[in-house]
């Protein structure tokens, strides 16, 4: 017997039946798709990114713009295309629920861990990232010349933390929660850090992305983390910026 239905609020991700569908304090009580979810977003937003790069390359044929081009606007694409398909996965989860103001509650008290991550993180990944030089691991360079272009750093202070966010601190921990807070903590501090797919990125964002995970699992909500995200990559920006010589 569960009376008080605490077996089904569990197994739903906590979700209670008698909150307001426009609540901004629920995210916490969202219903979570399985780990297929977080998979199944991945791959849409990957694919729909690749169609991207080729229709571009195909409009620009022969003009030596043509690969920038066509990484910016995969780029771009699959980030946009990966918000959408992590808050509409997360939307048919929770039918009525209005996902987008869950997602935006941002209280005044989240600014001390924003600025705590942006204190802490960059060094620590800097650290990591020359140590990782040290044993002959080197960033791809067009990578580096596409993570410099201002279209790319624009997106990385808005579209891209929304995309990261609402895909890894949402679907991703909202589906490992169910196993324990350390599995969530663990696996998405992994996952997002694993997805930046070079050793040098991976181990760069370690400290960020478990700082991110931190606070989406103190707060119980995803706006601290996507404005942490986005102050942090301000903050690697402005080092970027300094590092490079003039001219």
Do not use: K
């Amino acid at each position: 017997m569960d009376p008080e239905g605490r077996g089904e609020r569990r197994r739903n991700g906590g979700a209670s039946e008698g909150s307001r569908a426009d609540d901004p304090g629920g995210w916490e009580g969202l219903r979570w798709p399985g780990p297929w979810a977080p998979a199944a977003a991945l791959v849409v937003a990957l694919a729909t990114g690749f169609v991207s790069a080729l229709i571009l390359t195909t409009i620009l044929a022969g003009r030596p713009e043509t690969e920038l081009v066509a990484n910016l606007g995969a780029n771009l694409v699959t980030h946009a295309a990966l918000v959408s398909a992590s808050l509409a996965l997360v939307a048919a989860a929770n039918p009525g629920r209005n996902i987008i103001a869950l997602a935006a509650r941002f209280d005044p008290a989240d600014w001390r861990l924003v600025l705590t991550l942006v204190l802490f993180a960059p060094p620590a990944g800097l650290l990591l990232a020359a140590a990782a030089t040290e044993f002959g691991l080197e960033m791809d360079e067009t990578r580096m010349a596409l993570l410099h272009h201002p279209v790319i750093m624009l997106a990385g202070l808005t579209l891209g933390p929304a995309a990261e966010e609402a895909w890894g601190r949402g679907l991703v921990y909202g589906a490992l929660r169910r196993f324990g807070p350390g599995a969530a903590l663990a696996g998405t501090t992994l996952v997002t850090a694993g997805i930046h797919w070079s050793a040098p990125q991976i181990l760069a964002t370690l400290p960020a992305m478990f700082g991110l995970t931190v606070i989406r699992h103190l707060t119980g909500r995803l706006a601290p983390s996507i404005v942490a995200h986005s102050a942090y990559n301000a903050v690697l920006m402005l080092l970027v910026v300094a590092g490079d010589p003039p001219g």
